[in-house]
């Protein structure tokens, strides 16, 4: 039976914890994001193109707008689109702070794991640590653990809607019928 060594221990867990936090990290900003952000969009165009535009059809028909100045709100809704059609400056640089930020740790974890591994060698006293083998089978763990996680949101996660385009129309035309009232 192999006994237990404090140090292999120690560096296994901080591999370990490492390998998970770069795997999380990289595969939130280069794969999660971008789904999420296309599902997003595609709710919203489903929403705008069906939904609302059906139902809009339908608010007119029960409330006519005769008052509507619709020239006034076709010229709006083109100054809107020219404003609206680039990203959301401020978004994009959090989103890339936040990105260096998780870089800046993943890169002092590293450093802290190589410290402590040659801290550890020096005060060995003759024992080896295994490192290549802690590598190898930290890294076949996460290659499950990825595919696991891949699957899941592929196959939950995203298939999961927390709002229908029925609720969003509805606030919609509620808010319309609000307004059309005052």
């Given at each position: 039976m192999e006994h237990f060594y404090l140090p292999t221990f120690i560096i296994n867990l901080l591999i370990h914890i490492f390998i998970l936090f770069a795997f999380l990290t990289f595969f939130f900003f280069f794969f999660v994001s971008n789904q999420i952000k296309n599902h997003i969009n595609d709710e919203f165009q489903d929403l705008i193109n069906i939904q609302v535009k059906q139902n809009l059809n339908k608010l007119n028909d029960t409330l006519p707008m005769p008052n509507v100045a619709w020239k006034s709100v076709a010229s709006y809704t083109k100054n809107l689109k020219k404003e609206f059609v680039h990203e959301n400056v401020m978004v994009k640089l959090?989103?890339?702070?936040?990105?260096?930020?998780?870089?800046?740790?993943?890169?002092?974890?590293?450093?802290?794991?190589?410290?402590?591994?040659?801290?550890?060698?020096?005060?060995?006293?003759?024992?080896?640590?295994?490192?290549?083998?802690?590598?190898?089978?930290?890294?076949?763990?996460?290659?499950?653990?990825?595919?696991?996680?891949?699957?899941?949101?592929?196959?939950?996660?995203?298939?999961?809607?927390?709002?229908?385009?029925?609720?969003?129309?509805?606030?919609?035309?509620?808010?319309?019928?609000e307004l059309t009232r005052n």
């Open positions: 959090t989103n890339k702070a936040l990105f260096w930020q998780l870089m800046l740790i993943l890169g002092l974890m590293v450093m802290f794991i190589v410290a402590l591994f040659f801290f550890f060698k020096w005060r060995s006293g003759g024992h080896t640590l295994e490192i290549g083998f802690t590598l190898a089978e930290n890294v076949i763990i996460f290659l499950f653990v990825g595919v696991i996680e891949m699957y899941f949101f592929l196959e939950i996660a995203f298939k999961y809607t927390p709002i229908g385009p029925t609720e969003a129309t509805t606030t919609i035309i509620n808010k319309l019928e």
